[in-house]
Every structure is written in structure tokens, then in C-alpha cells.
């Protein structure tokens, strides 16, 4: 009988830390994935949880371009979402804003999120 018992122990043991390892992962974002918009004074992206500000960024460039666009970054209050101001206006093509977010627990994640400017 103690058998059960210890395998039922070690699988608790084994499952408890998969939530407390939790991601940043994105909830929305401003344009949304694949949109075509006219040219965003700002764009954002926010995650399901708060993320550290010193690990966390975004980046915009154009599609199949190795050159970034100049954007200044902030961290909203809540903790949850990165906006980042084109520093120049952004002329038509397609757009892909490259972002990496860093958890409270220490987790780094990464993706990108294209967008077109008609």
C-alpha cells in the first residue's frame, strides 16, 4: 500500500513546479498580427503577465530588411505591456516588430508579429 502512495507523491512533486514555471506569452497586440494599417504612431504588445523591464524590448523593422527602425520604448504601468515610438514616420511596406519579454520568474521569451502600412 505504500507504493501507490509514494508514486502518487513523486507525480504531485513532478507536476507541481510546470505551473509555477509560467511564460510571458502575448495577449494582443497594436496592429494586430497580419493587419494592414496606416502608418501607427505607436505600437504595443501585451502579455498575459507582468515582465521585467530591463529584459524586456521591442524592436520594428521592415520585412527582409536588416536595418531597424529607431523606437523608443516603455513599459506600461501594470507591467503588462511594451509600447514602442517610431522615432521616424513609417512609410508603406510590410513591418515586423520583433519583441523579447523576460517574467518575473526569470523566463525569457521571443517572437515576432508582422503588420503591412498601406
Do not use: C
Amino acid at each position: 500500500m505504500r507504493k501507490p502512495l509514494t508514486l502518487l507523491a513523486l507525480a504531485a512533486v513532478a507536476l507541481a513546479p510546470a505551473s509555477a514555471l509560467a511564460h510571458a506569452h502575448v495577449v494582443s497586440s497594436t496592429p494586430a498580427a497580419n493587419a494592414a494599417v496606416a502608418a501607427p504612431k505607436q505600437v504595443s504588445v501585451t502579455f498575459n503577465e507582468k515582465l521585467v523591464p530591463a529584459f524586456s524590448k521591442l524592436e520594428i523593422s521592415m520585412a527582409g530588411m536588416a536595418m531597424k527602425v529607431p523606437v523608443k520604448t516603455s513599459l506600461s504601468a501594470d507591467g503588462k505591456t511594451l509600447t514602442g515610438v517610431p522615432q521616424a514616420a513609417l512609410m508603406k511596406g510590410n513591418y515586423v516588430i520583433d519583441w523579447s519579454a523576460a517574467s518575473a520568474d526569470g523566463h525569457k521569451t521571443k517572437g515576432s508579429i508582422a503588420f503591412k502600412i498601406k
